[in-house]
Nanobody
Framework: QVQLVESGGGLVQAGGSLRLSCSASGINFSMNVMGWYRQAPGKQRELVAS?????????KYADSVKGRFTISRDNAKNTVYLQMNSLKPDDTAVYYC?????????????????WGQGTQVTVSS
């Protein structure tokens, strides 16, 4: 049974930083590309960052977060992280992680798939 548990969100002022964690179980973690998604009120869920398997040598970012967010992984802990710096109010969203055998699989995730509870990030101005 797959379980994804996101944590680390909170309320932060614009310009601040947060570090999100996603712990995964029920999957072969190191074999999977991992991604971070976010969903803001009234918006579709979007993929904001991904990291390749198994070592995380390749990372990709949405233009909106490029240069500010950093994704990383620790296969020994079955955990993927998202370091978020220089946060903006537009970053306010519920943040989720998910997995796939390829980056294409990540891009094809839909609301019909399993998702964790997410973690709320609120950036105040």
């Amino acid at each position: 049974q797959v379980q994804l548990v996101e944590s680390g969100g909170g309320l932060v002022q614009a310009g601040g930083s947060l570090r999100l964690s996603c712990s995964a179980s029920g999957i072969n973690f190191s074999m999977n590309v991992m991604g971070w998604y976010r969903q803001a009120p009234g918006k579709q869920r979007e993929l904001v960052a991904s990291i390749s398997s198994p070592r995380g040598s390749t990372t990709k970012y949405a233009d909106s977060v490029k240069g500010r967010f950093t994704i990383s992984r620790d296969n020994a802990k079955n955990t993927v992280y998202l370091q978020m710096n220089s946060l903006k109010p537009d970053d306010t969203a519920v943040y989720y992680c998910n997995y796939g055998l390829s980056s294409i699989s990540l891009s094809r995730r839909t609301s019909h798939d399993y998702w964790g509870q997410g973690t709320q990030v609120t950036v105040s101005s």
